[in-house]
């Protein structure tokens, strides 16, 4: 099946630990995404890459580091985790830049919580 | 920075008409975009309007755009219980998408 996916769909560990998540799309789109979906489901982008390049990279604390090992991948790792960490992540993936009105494609989600 | 704001909720019964609204603070957004979310699931592109447009139409969603006052909607006809969702619109000024709170739509049978 042509999606995003993302990989684990859970994620339940201890505050203080590192973590991954990743994401993988099939669509041959150029630019992938990392957003936060917190839990009054407010939704606010992360990073975005293009080609590989960081295009966009909001007021992230550093120790969440995405990277994008070719243009199908973008991960997204996470040192020392807090509290304020829980939350769900979506990767998507959109042909070019969405200045251009190209819609993005969301993976389901990753649910982590941090004990 | 953009702006975008919508209620949390709506309820309707099955078979009438369910209206979203938003407003938004930033009107250099080439496109304005309603994007739905099922429970358990990531977003699906819904419908999108061109911010020279007023209105536009798509089966059962219509969207209408009110530049001067900065206010979209989303009218979906004859509302059924899959429609059931959270509703989020979203701008892109300078490239990246800004999203709404979202509204939470419950449809009773």
């Known amino acids: 099946d042509t999606a995003v996916s993302q990989t684990p769909k859970y994620l339940v560990t201890q505050m203080g630990n590192d973590k991954s998540i990743k994401c993988e799309q099939n669509?041959?789109?150029?630019?992938m995404y990392w957003y936060k979906q917190d839990s009054k489901k407010f939704l606010k982008i992360m990073f975005s890459?293009?080609?590989?390049?960081?295009?966009i990279n909001e007021t992230v604390p550093n120790r969440f580091s995405p990277k994008s090992p070719d243009k199908a991948h973008l991960n997204l790792h996470i040192n020392s985790l807090e509290l304020g960490d829980s939350a769900v992540y979506f990767c998507?993936?959109?042909?070019?830049?969405?200045?251009?009105?190209?819609?993005?494609?969301f993976g389901d989600g990753t649910r982590l919580s941090i004990l | 920075g953009e702006d975008v704001e919508q209620s949390l909720f709506l309820s309707v019964r099955e078979g009438d008409s369910s209206v979203i609204n938003c407003t938004y603070t930033?009107?250099?957004?080439?496109?304005l975009y309603w994007y739905k979310q099922e429970p358990g699931a990531g977003l699906q592109l819904l419908t999108y309007?061109?911010?020279?447009?007023d209105m536009k139409q798509d089966q059962r969603l219509t969207v209408l755009l009110n530049k001067k006052d900065k206010h979209l909607s989303l009218r979906i006809a004859d509302t059924q219980t899959g429609d059931s969702a959270i509703y989020f619109c979203?701008?892109?000024?300078?490239?990246?998408?800004?999203f709404g709170q979202g509204t939470e739509l419950s449809v009773k049978p």
């Open positions: 309007i061109f911010s020279n447009m």
């Open positions: 979203a701008g892109a000024p300078g490239g990246k998408l800004i």
């Open positions: 890459y293009n080609n590989k390049e960081l295009i």
């Open positions: 998507a993936s959109s042909p070019r830049d969405s200045v251009f009105n190209q819609p993005q494609h």
């Open positions: 669509l041959g789109h150029d630019t």
């Open positions: 930033d009107s250099s957004s080439t496109y």
